[in-house]
């Protein structure tokens, strides 16, 4: 298996535009997950997805911040419009089920710019 | 929700010499603690991990050990080496949720050749 596959790796815009960021788990893993990584708060968790359902969205900052997951196999968070300090590294990851306990595998994020 | 504390925020080592990561937690439902590594540019990945029904566990150089009592737990790095050198992220779960997440803000760990 490929591992977590993230796109883009690389984003720089605007402020005010719309920003997508992909993810694809790995192939039999049911939950999966987004976080956000800064330099003064670490990883935080945004979202997290079991069997395609958002458990607890509660992380998500605003309302500006959206994400879905159609199928096992895809997911997206979108920041719409974008701000500054959305500035940081998205990281997506993925595991085998919820209960008890199990590695988290993380794709290699998408480091996002806002200018 | 959980609050997990990570300290030192950075630490330096000669190499050979052992390093000590410690992590405090908020929520005494906690059960499971895993512990990460993240090389600069790249993704964490799992390093080792502990559940509450244990107090320590070792693979190799590395040992974790957890104080459920004290709600604190650390990372044991035995004879360090150049390659040791990165971000170490501490984390926590709440109650039976064990892939719900809550990490430390990280600890960047140097080795001095």
């Known amino acids: 298996d490929a591992g977590v596959i993230q796109s883009p790796r690389h984003e720089v815009t605007e402020m005010g535009q719309e920003v997508t960021l992909r993810c694809k788990p790995i192939?039999?893993?049911?939950?999966l997950f987004w976080y956000r990584q800064t330099m003064m708060r670490g990883l935080e968790l945004l979202i997290y997805?079991?069997?395609?359902?958002?458990?607890?969205d509660s992380g998500m900052p605003e309302d500006r911040f959206s994400a879905k997951m159609p199928n096992a196999s895809f997911s997206t968070l979108k920041i719409q419009p974008s701000e500054p300090r959305d500035s940081a590294v998205y990281f997506c990851?993925?595991?085998?089920?919820?209960?008890?306990?199990?590695?988290?595998?993380f794709g290699e994020g998408s480091r996002l710019t806002v200018l | 929700g959980e609050n997990v504390e990570q300290h030192p925020s950075t630490l330096s080592v000669q190499e050979g010499d052992s390093a000590v990561i410690k992590c405090t937690y908020s929520d005494s439902a906690s059960n499971y603690f895993p512990w990460y590594k993240q090389e600069l540019g790249k993704r964490p990945q799992l390093i080792i991990d502990i559940r509450s029904n244990v107090g320590e566990k070792k693979d190799q150089r590395i040992a974790v050990t957890l104080n459920k009592t004290a709600k604190h737990f650390s990372l044991h790095i035995t004879e360090t080496q150049p390659e040791d050198s990165a971000v170490y992220l501490c984390a926590a779960s709440i109650g039976t949720v064990a892939n719900n997440l809550f990490f430390g803000t990280g600890t960047r760990l140097t080795v001095i050749p």
């Open positions: 997805f079991n069997n395609n359902v958002p458990i607890d």
């Open positions: 990851a993925s595991s085998f089920g919820l209960q008890g306990g199990g590695e988290l595998f």
């Open positions: 192939s039999g893993h049911n939950s």
